[in-house]
């Protein structure tokens, strides 16, 4: 097991030499993260996998859920934005279980400028961008050991006049071994193209120039370019181990191979204390490097996310359901920090 991981982990270092396609991608915003506990724990989540934001890392561990779920997560993401997550997950008994998702970005609204009026009075027209996915997703165990799952996903950008919509598909696997190891694979965002359409599009043309007094105001279109979506292959393990019986210690490691940069590791620790109270640090793309070739010379540049650290607390309401309220700070190198919150409830 040990020597078929490290062979997977040097192929994913060397390939990320190779791999040149940033920006090559639209719907961006379906590769933030999603998660307190998750991105607390660097992302490598994949073979974990046992809550329920699941659903954007691997919709196959939803089958870890015995009773009903309910979880939210919020972040002030970038450049004056707000990002959103919200997953409930229903059980069905030998059915398998069902799972429902939302990711949303939004900003507030800007003024818009134009070459005519760069610099518009605060009476002038006013525009607002956001992104949408919607997901549904079902999971069910194979074998005691082996569960699948997929997530059916509607996808929308927009700004101002314009959107772009479509349809992708999440698929995930997950493996305990007899020693309670946990093998994770996932594929996301398996889909078709995007591109804008809508009124900004419309612009007046003249089919021929040359022969006056023709209508030199058809209406015509501009055909924006379409573009595929991040797609996403994650492959993760992950152990749980006890400490004198009543605390808990959790490692995990997951690989990431993405159509649109280079491949990278990221790795998690979680410490369990009576289940009460839980501390959680992880390092998101470990070995991340973006080559670029300027004058003929090599040009390699790290990736800005760097540490996270996180914290959890679990109490059981009497009579009541179990909450659990986490917390995140994420570095972004250059970018100001940030930070996230989740609730997380179980019927």
Avoid: C
């Amino acid at each position: 097991m040990i020597k078929q991981l490290s062979i997977i982990i040097i192929l994913f270092f060397n390939w990320g030499y190779t791999q040149n396609n940033v920006a090559t991608t639209s719907a961006a915003f379906l590769e933030i993260g999603a998660g307190a506990r998750s991105l607390a724990m660097g992302g490598a989540f994949v073979s974990v996998a046992n809550d329920a934001s699941s659903l954007y890392w691997n919709p196959a561990g939803i089958v870890n859920l015995n009773s009903p779920q309910l979880q939210t997560y919020y972040a002030p993401w970038l450049v004056e934005t707000d990002f959103y997550y919200g997953t409930s997950v229903v059980p069905l008994g030998a059915l398998g279980t069902l799972g429902f998702s939302y990711t949303a970005v939004t900003m507030d609204e800007m003024m818009v400028r134009t070459v005519e009026d760069p610099e518009p009075n605060e009476y002038g027209q006013k525009f607002d961008a956001g992104n949408l996915a919607l997901g549904i997703a079902y999971a069910k165990m194979l074998t005691d050991r082996f569960s699948f799952g997929f997530q059916s996903k509607f996808i929308q950008e927009k700004i101002w006049q314009m959107q772009a919509k479509g349809y992708a598909i999440d698929i995930g696997t997950l493996f305990i071994t007899k020693r309670d190891i946990r093998i994770g694979m996932s594929i996301s965002n398996f889909g078709g193209k995007l591109g804008m359409e809508g009124i900004n599009t419309l612009v007046d043309y003249d089919i021929d120039e040359t022969i006056y007094g023709n209508n030199d105001r058809i209406d015509g279109y501009l055909d924006a370019a379409k573009w595929p979506l991040p797609l996403l292959f994650r492959f993760g393990v992950s152990k749980e181990f006890s400490i004198m019986n009543i605390h808990k210690f959790l490692i995990s490691v997951d690989a990431i191979h993405p159509n649109n940069n280079p491949e990278y590791l990221n790795l998690g620790a979680e410490l369990n204390l009576k289940n009460l109270l839980f501390i959680r640090m992880g390092k998101s793309h470990f070995l991340y490097k973006q080559r670029f070739v300027e004058n003929d010379q090599n040009i390699l540049i790290d990736h800005e996310q760097g540490l996270s650290l996180g914290a959890g607390l679990k109490y059981q309401i009497p009579r009541g359901p179990m909450l659990i309220i986490d917390y995140v700070l994420m570095d972004f190198g250059i970018f100001t920090s940030v930070s996230g919150y989740s609730i997380n409830v179980s019927f």
